[in-house]
């Protein structure tokens, strides 16, 4: 197996932390420990042996996860270490060279890489701008064959923010199951919606679904590294052989701190503070991109750490981000890490005042690289 580089990790790994304000991120402003556990349970972590623990997950935590979906048990579950490595299982369970599969895009692109490693045909089914970044069903109905064995989707949706309407839901599952395709559902940014209602899983509407997901998004821990497959029994079992040759298993001080972080009232009070944030965040940037509505335009996401913004100055999008780090010490994501140039990406995560300190920045930016754009005041007022 050969792998191609993984662009989006790789800018974020070699850049998040050395500038003075970090936008790149698609989580929630993490918490401490000591935000989150009593002194009791401090202790009680701080006593735990540090042994291998069970290596397909802690009962307990499994029995949590399993809560988060409807009919699921522990045995519907497999504890890894982040929803990476959950991917990485899931790519390498089902797809072979020759399997094709099918990805929504603009999208989180561990997936199609793996599958190009292992030799399998990937094609990418747009969401489309002009339609709130609705996916285009019409041309994945059309592409699917009898050799497509996986579908990968992203919902909500990083990096647009889209959430899938429950009819386009079903009709994706009635076309997976048309050619007798698995869905592959990356779920890791349920509970970060904006103002509405939780997002209906796809493991509710298609049985032949696997979920990935994790804590380092909406439920802000992504430190601990903690993530899980969840799918019928067999697929976990499968997956857990496969995981002997990772990780073998996540670490048990994680998997503890995990437990308490899914406690539904933690849970219930992480999701509160996650939707605030959000709030404060985006109204922050309205507040901020009023000024430039001349250059940059974007769609307001209904879930998610971040807001993707186009722009339509001549400049490539990786070229604009480092000439921002370099000068202004302030870092997002440019479109081209999701294949997609003329957009950047701006995380929505962070403690409000690091972010509109992020924002002036840019605005310092622009300002420097595009002087002869009529820029009204500084858009933080």
Known sequence: MKFEPFELERIQSLNENWVDVNLSESGIDPMSLKELMSESELEELLSLPLGYGHTIGEPKLRERIALLYEGHTASNVLVTSGSSEAIFLTATLLLSGEDELLMMTPNYLSMSGIAKSLGS?????????ESDWSWNLDKLRNTVSQNTKLISLCNPNNPTGSVMEIEDMIEVARIANSVGAYIHSDEVYIGAEIGRPKTTSFQSLYENTIVTSGLSKSLAHPGIRIGWMAAKEKLIEDAWGIKDYTTISSSILSQYIACKVLEPETMKAIRV????????????FNNWVTPFSHFLSFIPPKAGGFVYVRYNIDVNSTNLVHNLMKNESVFVVPGDSFGMDGFFRIGLGSDTRTFIRGLDLITKGFHRMFPEIALEGDGTD
């Open 273 to 284: 503070r996650t939707e605030n944030l959000l709030i404060r965040n985006l109204e922050a």
């Open 121 to 129: 045909k990937v094609s990418f089914i747009p969401l489309e701008e």
